[in-house]
């Protein structure tokens, strides 16, 4: 229970469906102990007459996940904290203290299904465009999956709203989404000066090259980049975007949109439900953004949890540290790291 109006919601339903509830709510980020967001999930708790457990986690979500925000940076790699907080820490964490408990199931409000078929769970689109986050959890293992319950799945935020509404929590009808990383809503730089202890030292000037190694002027340094990056660049008399970080020589490469496009990429740390869903043909829909966008692909899985992506026609922007996700009939078939 985050405090939000989805998990509010969903706990609401699973009480009217007949579950036992307990309410959850993990301290991931906040500095000191003011929190508004677990003050309204407590207090909804209450409310609804469940048990509420709070978990500071502060201290693990610092070593994960935004120490790999803040190394991946240093790679010149873009990171997606949001899928790796979800693939290692925050699901692992929910399940440990629903053994604790001794609860069978446990739930979220995201706007996402699962589906049983052929003897494997897989997490499906939810019925809402808007705010489905199926691109979000393509870590979830078999285990995870058999002992999940998306209760928002099949509504669209509109409804939820209302339903929160009709039931007489205006409150919760109300409360604005969140966006952006829990830690680093805004712009990533000065969060990422601030975390280091000598930013002078990692973060100086370096070199833009175009495509044919020319010097075309001084940059920041690489951290402050980004894989597609278009603004914030130098003044030049065309558009150009960030083609490459080169960490090790501190260069990053500009290039106009035309040799921004590529055919295929690797991922790592590849987790898919069942790789004979995979063939040799263009079958796959794979998705390098969160939002409506979707290219026929192939997989080619190669030794040490890498793989190869095929695409049937070029992406522009395959920024290395993001998240490639597969899918079928609106079904996610698995995922991994660009590398």
Same mark, same amino acid.
């Given at each position: 229970?985050?405090?939000?109006?989805?998990?509010?919601?969903?706990?609401?339903?699973?009480?009217?469906?007949?579950?036992?509830?307990?309410?959850?709510? =993990?301290?991931?980020?906040?500095?000191?102990? %003011?929190?508004?967001?677990?003050?309204?999930?407590?207090? *909804?708790?209450?409310?609804?007459?469940?048990?509420?457990?709070?978990?500071?986690?502060?201290?693990?979500?610092? %070593?994960?996940?935004?120490?790999? =925000?803040?190394?991946?940076?240093?790679?010149?790699?873009?990171?997606?904290?949001?899928?790796?907080?979800?693939?290692?820490? @925050?699901?692992?964490?929910? $399940? !440990?203290?629903?053994?604790?408990?001794?609860?069978?199931?446990?739930?979220?409000?995201?706007?996402?299904?699962?589906?049983?078929?052929?003897?494997?769970?897989?997490? +499906?689109?939810?019925?809402?465009?808007?705010?489905?986050?199926?691109?979000? /959890?393509?870590?979830?293992?078999?285990?995870?999956?058999?002992?999940?319950?998306?209760?928002?799945?099949?509504?669209?935020?509109?409804?939820?709203?209302?339903?929160? +509404?009709?039931?007489?929590?205006?409150?919760?009808? !109300?409360?604005?989404?969140? $966006?952006?990383?829990?830690?680093?809503?805004?712009?990533?730089?000065?969060?990422? @000066?601030?975390?280091?202890?000598?930013?002078?030292?990692?973060?100086?000037?370096?070199?833009? /090259?175009?495509?044919?190694?020319?010097? $075309?002027?001084?940059?920041?340094?690489?951290?402050?980049?980004?894989?597609?990056?278009?603004?914030?660049?130098?003044?030049?008399?065309? @558009?150009?975007? &960030?083609?490459?970080?080169?960490? /090790?020589?501190?260069? &990053?490469? *500009?290039?106009?949109?035309?040799?921004?496009?590529?055919?295929? =990429?690797?991922?790592?740390?590849?987790?898919?439900?069942?790789?004979?869903?995979?063939?040799?043909?263009?079958?796959?829909?794979?998705?390098?953004?969160?939002? @409506?966008?979707?290219? *026929?692909?192939?997989?080619?899985?190669?030794?040490?949890?890498?793989?190869?992506?095929? $695409?049937? %026609?070029?992406?522009?922007?395959?920024?290395?540290?993001?998240? +490639?996700?597969?899918?079928?009939?609106?079904?996610?078939?698995?995922?991994?790291?660009?590398?």
């Amino acid at each position: 229970m985050s405090g939000g109006t989805d998990s509010s919601v969903a706990a609401i339903l699973l009480l009217e469906q007949g579950f036992e509830v307990v309410g959850l709510t =993990f301290r991931f980020w906040e500095d000191g102990e %003011e929190n508004i967001h677990l003050q309204d999930a407590v207090r *909804l708790a209450g409310q609804l007459g469940i048990e509420h457990i709070t978990y500071d986690a502060r201290k693990v979500f610092r %070593e994960s996940v935004v120490q790999y =925000f803040i190394d991946e940076y240093l790679a010149g790699r873009t990171p997606f904290p949001c899928v790796k907080c979800n693939n290692e820490l @925050k699901w692992r964490l929910i $399940l !440990e203290e629903a053994d604790r408990l001794g609860c069978g199931n446990v739930a979220m409000g995201h706007y996402v299904n699962i589906v049983h078929e052929n003897n494997r769970y897989l997490v +499906a689109e939810g019925v809402d465009p808007d705010k489905d986050q199926s691109f979000f /959890l393509w870590g979830l293992t078999q285990e995870q999956l058999s002992r999940i319950i998306f209760p928002l799945g099949q509504f669209h935020k509109t409804e939820v709203r209302a339903m929160a +509404a009709e039931r007489g929590y205006k409150k919760v009808s !109300e409360k604005k989404d969140s $966006l952006g990383a829990c830690f680093c809503s805004g712009d990533y730089r000065p969060f990422l @000066k601030n975390q280091l202890s000598e930013p002078d030292k990692l973060i100086f000037a370096g070199n833009f /090259l175009d495509e044919a190694g020319n010097v $075309l002027g001084r940059h920041e340094g690489f951290p402050l980049y980004t894989v597609g990056q278009r603004r914030g660049l130098m003044h030049l008399n065309r @558009k150009v975007f &960030v083609k490459e970080i080169r960490p /090790l020589t501190n260069e &990053v490469v *500009l290039a106009p949109l035309t040799g921004m496009y590529k055919t295929e =990429f690797l991922i790592r740390d590849v987790n898919v439900v069942d790789k004979n869903l995979f063939s040799n043909d263009f079958d796959a829909i794979c998705r390098i953004r969160y939002r @409506k966008q979707n290219t *026929l692909s192939r997989v080619i899985f190669l030794e040490n949890g890498m793989a190869r992506v095929e $695409l049937a %026609e070029p992406l522009e922007s395959i920024a290395p540290g993001q998240t +490639a996700v597969f899918y079928r009939d609106g079904k996610v078939l698995g995922g991994g790291f660009i590398s």
